[in-house]
C-alpha cells in the first residue's frame, strides 16, 4: 500500500539530540541522562566528562554480523587515483520490513582500464546484506540478483517509478551506468512503506536537515532528510520509511 505524504516542513534546522543516520539507532537518552551531562559540564567540562562518564568500546564484528564482503580493484598493484578511491556502499531498505540493509560496491579486474599491471584473480563482485534485526545479515546477493557488472563506483539508491520499492543505480569505471529496478513480491506477500516529500517554506526546499521518526507498531525508525548516498552519488531526496506488515504509522515527527 502506497502513502505519499506531502508535508510542510515548517521548523528545518530545529536542534535535536541523539539522532543517528542509521534508523534502528536506540532513541535519544533520556532526561536524566541530559541533566548529568549537563551537570558535569557547567562545573568543569572536559575532567568532569572524562571522569565520570562511560565511554562505549568497539569490537569487530564483522565476521559474527555474517559480513563477508572484500573490496577488489581487480589487479595486483594500484596503478591510478580512480581504482585507489575505492567504491561506493549504502544503506536500502530493500525489503520494507523496517531494518536498514546493505549494499556494497566493488571493483574487479576490467581489461583496457589500466595497463601497468595484472589480474588479481579475485571474483569481486557486489554484495547485498539483508539485515536480520538481531546484529546479523544474511548475503542475498544472488537471490536479488544484483551482483552487478563493471568496475563499481559510486552507488545511489530510490524509488525512481514510485512502487514503493527502492531502486540501485551504479556508476562504473569504463563502463555504462547500471539500473537495477527492483521488482515487488506479489500482491499479499508484499510489504507496506511511507515515503514523504518534504516542503520548506521559505529555504531548503528539500527540507535537508530534517530529523524524522515514525513509529509503526514495534518499528520505532529515524531518518536525517539527505540525499546523500555513498561515493559521489546523490538519491532521492524523500525519506522512505518501509513499514513491515503495519498498514499506517501511529506516529511520525518532523524535528
Ligand atoms: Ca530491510
Ligand atoms: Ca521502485
Known sequence: MLIIAAMTLLAVGLKVTGQNPARTTPPPASKAGHSAAAANSASNP?????????????EDVTEKSGINFRHSFGEQKLSSIMEATGSGCAWIDYNN??????????GRYVDGVTKFSKPDGVEATNHLYRNNGDGTFTDVTEQAGVGGKGFGMGVTVGDYDNDGYMDIFIVTLGGKGILLHARPPAAGVRNHWLTIKLVGTKSNRDGF??????VAGDLHQYIEASAENGYLSQGDPRPHFGLGQHTEVD???IH
Not at 536537515?209 to 515514525?214: H, I, N, P, S, Y
Open 251 to 253: 506516529k511520525l515527527l
Open 97 to 106: 520490513d523496517g531494518l536498514l540493509d546493505l549494499y556494497v560496491v566493488s
Open 46 to 58: 572536559a575532567r568532569q566528562t572524562a571522569a565520570s562518564v562511560a565511554l562505549p568500546t568497539f
Open 209 to 214: 536537515g530534517a530529523r524524522l521518526e515514525a
